[in-house]
């Protein structure tokens, strides 16, 4: 199994690492028993066109090497970014940003994607605004799978 | 890239330069095979005797009791299922502990789709079988007891002595996994009532592709590999003299190293583990607290994964393994650690070091250095702040 060198970078120096002050959004997945925990953190902001975009991101992660850099990267295609694009964001788009990830890997790039998915659903259902179907069908899937069987997925 | 520190020596050790000139001969001029008639299978079918002399004494084993494979998981699973298959008159259970290396619980897991039953004996918190739990478990339809005698992931070693005593006079014949602790250990097969005993060549300075399996006079066992009839038939495959030749010379430096290394490297192991518990808290170790090979140190840390400090480990250049499910092939965690009652989050965080012939002091010194501010700043990323 080796790791590119994008993903070891990203493990080594991972960004947007942290927690927000009284974030807008917050969205936890995975357990100690399954090996990782991915916590992520949004601030939401309105954009010059009043489109809703994530003006900051943060997040903690425990996991091995792969959840670190997969954490770090979806922070990183997801800052500064609309809402409706981060959500339109998918595991490929992980595994393609960091050039590849191992197969049995793969699982962790889910991971991250939904802990994205989780803090916009947290910050859209705080904020009483509307969920799409969609969304909700999403949000469902994930609360529903045991942060375990996410590995079977693959 | 920075210079590398080895702590894998469980995983495999690099072969002495005295085994690798020991080799040499076998890999240029004399090629022949050993099953040839002329003076060149003669002159190589020399060498292997030899080196089974030098093998088999390193045992107290006769001579035609010691037969070459090529790897440790060959042994083993020659023995689980060549002893299975060629004792089904007897009967088919199987006795192994919960802690063996997966070529021997692999071996019995396909057995038992093939209709054997096996007993998993549980072990404590240390890694040690319980002899009460074994004595109860031989039954009159046991063919076989197998257990590891030193652990590859935490190195306990187990009381195999006593243990030959309970199976010779249960009248069940007794295999020894000896993969960790050959050579680190003397091992005599006839004090410790062993009928079947497992080692490898490049777990002691010597090459990969030999390794030793040794079967008493008299102990029924079927061949996996039929054909020109090698190893007076329990192992057909045109011999690797070379690799043979090596593992016997790796053999004879460890005969006359043995004491010495054992003393450097207790010494080293138990500095390493004295400076990362003192230094990185929720840290613990795991395994026997002495009863335990003189080269492993298997530790977890409290909230942290253990593939990753693994890899941060690597880019500091420094070689461990780990008990994590993230590392495995099967996402499962250790299940020897599972075994012992440690949790899975403390299984997902174990780091094994397994120190060798190379050690030195400095490197010992350079983790002690660098391991807490690995541990620190994978717990500043982690969710979990202590």
Same mark, same amino acid.
């Given at each position: 199994?080796?790791?590119?060198?994008?993903?070891?970078?990203?493990?080594?120096?991972?960004?947007?690492?942290?927690?927000?002050?009284?974030?807008?959004?917050?969205?936890?997945?995975?357990?100690?028993?399954?090996?990782?925990?991915?916590?992520?953190?949004?601030?939401?902001? +309105?954009?010059?066109?009043?489109?809703?975009?994530?003006?900051?991101?943060?997040?903690?992660?425990?996991?091995?090497?792969?959840?670190?850099?997969?954490?770090? +990267?979806?922070?990183?295609?997801?800052?500064?970014?609309?809402?409706?694009?981060?959500?339109?964001?998918?595991?490929?788009?992980?595994?393609?940003?960091?050039?590849?990830?191992?197969?049995?890997?793969?699982?962790?790039?889910?991971?991250?994607?939904?802990?994205?998915?989780?803090?916009?659903?947290?910050?859209?259902?705080?904020?009483?605004?509307?969920?799409?179907? !969609?969304? !909700?069908?999403?949000?469902?899937?994930?609360?529903?799978?045991?942060?375990?069987?996410?590995?079977?997925?693959? | 890239?920075?210079?590398?520190?080895?702590?894998?020596?469980?995983?495999?050790?690099?072969?002495?330069?005295?085994?690798?000139?020991?080799?040499?001969?076998?890999?240029?001029?004399?090629?022949?095979? *050993?099953?040839?008639?002329?003076?060149?299978?003669?002159?190589?079918?020399?060498?292997?005797?030899?080196?089974?002399? *030098?093998?088999?004494?390193?045992?107290?084993?006769?001579?035609?009791? *010691?037969?070459?494979?090529?790897?440790?998981?060959?042994?083993?699973?020659?023995?689980?299922?060549?002893?299975?298959?060629?004792?089904?008159?007897?009967?088919?259970?199987?006795?192994?502990?919960?802690?063996?290396?997966?070529?021997?619980?692999?071996?019995?897991?396909?057995?038992?789709?093939?209709?054997?039953?096996?007993?998993?004996?549980?072990?404590?918190?240390?890694?040690?079988?319980?002899?009460?739990?074994?004595?109860?478990?031989?039954?009159?339809?046991?063919?076989?007891?197998?257990?590891?005698?030193?652990?590859?992931?935490?190195?306990?070693?187990?009381?195999?002595?006593?243990?030959?005593?309970?199976?010779?006079?249960?009248?069940?014949?007794?295999?020894?996994?000896?993969?960790?602790?050959?050579?680190?250990?003397?091992?005599?097969?006839?004090?410790?009532?062993?009928?079947?005993?497992?080692?490898?060549?490049?777990?002691?300075?010597?090459?990969?592709?030999?390794?030793?399996?040794?079967?008493?006079?008299?102990?029924?066992?079927?061949?996996?590999?039929?054909?020109?009839?090698?190893?007076?038939?329990?192992?057909?495959?045109?011999?690797?003299?070379?690799?043979?030749?090596?593992?016997?010379?790796?053999?004879?430096?460890?005969?006359?190293?043995?004491?010495?290394? +054992?003393?450097?490297?207790?010494?080293?192991?138990?500095?390493?583990?004295?400076?990362?518990?003192?230094?990185?808290?929720?840290?613990?170790?795991?395994?026997?607290?002495?009863?335990?090979?003189?080269?492993?140190?298997?530790?977890?840390?409290?909230?942290?994964?253990?593939?990753?400090?693994?890899?941060?480990?690597?880019?500091?250049?420094?070689?461990?393994?780990?008990?994590?499910?993230?590392?495995?092939?099967?996402?499962?965690?250790?299940?020897?650690?599972?075994?012992?009652?440690?949790?899975?989050?403390?299984?997902?965080?174990?780091?094994?070091?397994?120190?060798?012939?190379?050690?030195?002091?400095? !490197?010992?010194?350079?983790?002690?250095?660098?391991?807490?501010?690995?541990?620190?700043?994978?717990?500043?990323?982690?969710?979990?702040?202590?």
């Amino acid at each position: 199994m080796q790791y590119s060198p994008k993903v070891l970078k990203h493990f080594r120096d991972p960004q947007n690492i942290g927690q927000i002050d009284s974030p807008d959004g917050v969205g936890e997945i995975g357990n100690v028993v399954c090996g990782d925990v991915m916590k992520l953190y949004i601030k939401v902001e +309105a954009n010059a066109k009043g489109e809703e975009i994530i003006k900051d991101i943060k997040f903690e992660t425990y996991g091995c090497a792969a959840a670190i850099a997969t954490s770090s +990267a979806i922070t990183d295609l997801a800052i500064g970014k609309t809402i409706d694009y981060a959500l339109s964001l998918n595991y490929n788009s992980v595994v393609k940003y960091l050039d590849g990830l191992p197969p049995i890997k793969i699982h962790c790039s889910l991971l991250s994607v939904d802990a994205l998915v989780m803090a916009i659903y947290n910050y859209l259902q705080e904020n009483k605004k509307p969920i799409s179907a !969609e969304l !909700e069908k999403r949000h469902q899937r994930i609360l529903k799978k045991a942060a375990c069987k996410n590995k079977s997925l693959f | 890239m920075k210079k590398s520190i080895y702590f894998d020596y469980a995983a495999t050790t690099p072969i002495d330069p005295k085994v690798l000139k020991a080799m040499m001969p076998y890999l240029e001029k004399k090629y022949g095979n *050993t099953a040839s008639m002329h003076q060149c299978g003669r002159i190589v079918n020399d060498a292997l005797t030899e080196s089974r002399k *030098t093998v088999s004494r390193s045992i107290m084993a006769k001579f035609s009791e *010691t037969y070459f494979t090529a790897s440790a998981t060959e042994s083993n699973n020659t023995v689980i299922k060549g002893v299975a298959w060629a004792n089904q008159d007897k009967g088919k259970h199987i006795i192994i502990s919960s802690i063996e290396h997966d070529c021997i619980l692999n071996s019995a897991k396909w057995l038992e789709k093939q209709g054997w039953e096996i007993t998993q004996l549980k072990v404590d918190e240390n890694g040690l079988i319980d002899l009460d739990q074994l004595k109860k478990s031989i039954r009159p339809d046991t063919v076989l007891v197998s257990i590891i005698h030193a652990s590859n992931e935490v190195g306990t070693i187990q009381n195999i002595t006593e243990i030959g005593k309970i199976c010779r006079k249960k009248n069940v014949y007794f295999h020894t996994d000896a993969s960790q602790s050959y050579g680190k250990i003397v091992i005599d097969v006839n004090k410790s009532n062993i009928d079947l005993l497992t080692a490898s060549s490049h777990k002691i300075y010597g090459p990969k592709g030999a390794a030793l399996l040794y079967v008493r006079h008299g102990v029924k066992i079927e061949s996996l590999l039929h054909g020109g009839g090698h190893e007076n038939g329990l192992r057909s495959s045109t011999v690797n003299v070379p690799a043979i030749v090596g593992f016997a010379r790796a053999v004879e430096i460890y005969q006359q190293e043995r004491k010495k290394e +054992a003393k450097r490297l207790t010494a080293l192991r138990d500095k390493l583990t004295k400076g990362i518990l003192e230094n990185i808290k929720g840290s613990q170790l795991n395994g026997h607290p002495t009863q335990r090979l003189s080269n492993n140190v298997n530790i977890s840390f409290d909230k942290v994964e253990g593939e990753s400090i693994l890899m941060m480990l690597d880019m500091e250049g420094i070689a461990v393994s780990t008990g994590s499910a993230c590392a495995s092939a099967s996402l499962e965690p250790s299940h020897v650690l599972l075994a012992m009652g440690i949790s899975v989050e403390l299984a997902h965080s174990s780091i094994r070091f397994s120190l060798g012939r190379w050690t030195t002091e400095k !490197e010992i010194e350079q983790v002690i250095l660098v391991l807490p501010k690995i541990i620190k700043k994978l717990r500043k990323i982690s969710p979990f702040k202590n």
